[in-house]
């Protein structure tokens, strides 16, 4: 992205034992959970206690760019932004970063689709919800909703 993100969200990370691998870094598979518990943390933050059997959102789509290794001892943060609102998608970005060298360790991308929980199909997602997500990030709809 050619414009400078503000990251609101930020979540620490605890590395667990069974996050690292046989050669002292952390799994590359491992961040996808971190990822998801980050996630989770950003939508309570936004949404507080919103009822998601009204409307369910799903992944479509995920990516990781692996920069550097992270090992065991490291400490590490995940900040989390929205960068598009769509009409039935929004786009994550989400980045691991070390605490102590400021150093970025990965960075993800996860497209996010609408989805109605009693047809189990793609929905189109509510005013409200990308209200909210404007609010929390302190941006316009237009803003959020220009193409990537």
């Known amino acids: 992205m050619a414009?400078?993100?503000t990251y609101r969200h930020v979540m620490p990370?605890?590395?667990?034992?069974?996050d690292v691998d046989q050669y002292g870094h952390m799994n590359n598979s491992s961040y996808f959970s971190i990822y998801d518990l980050a996630k989770t943390s950003?939508?309570?933050?936004?949404?507080?206690?919103?009822?998601?059997?009204?409307?369910?959102i799903v992944v479509a789509n995920i990516n990781a760019d692996f920069l550097a290794?992270?090992?065991?001892s490291d400490d590490l943060?995940?900040?989390?932004t929205v960068i598009h609102l769509g009409h039935k998608s929004f786009?994550?970005?989400?980045?691991a970063i070390n605490k102590a060298s400021g150093v970025l360790k990965c960075q993800c991308?996860?497209?996010?689709?609408?989805?109605?929980?009693?047809t189990k199909e793609p929905v189109e997602l509510p005013d409200s919800f990308k209200k909210t997500i404007c609010e929390y990030?302190?941006?316009t709809l237009e803003e959020l909703s220009k193409p990537l």
């Not at 990370?13 to 069974?18: D, G, L, Y």
């Not at 950003?42 to 369910?56: E, I, P, Q, S």
């Not at 991308?109 to 009693?118: C, E, L, N, P, Q």
């Open 91 to 95: 786009t994550l970005l989400q980045r």
């Open 77 to 80: 943060y995940i900040e989390t």
């Open 137 to 139: 990030e302190g941006k």
């Open 69 to 72: 290794p992270v090992f065991f």
């Open 3 to 5: 414009t400078e993100l």
């Open 13 to 18: 990370v605890q590395i667990r034992f069974s």
């Open 42 to 56: 950003y939508m309570r933050d936004v949404f507080g206690d919103k009822n998601w059997r009204d409307l369910g």
């Open 109 to 118: 991308r996860t497209v996010m689709v609408g989805y109605d929980m009693a």
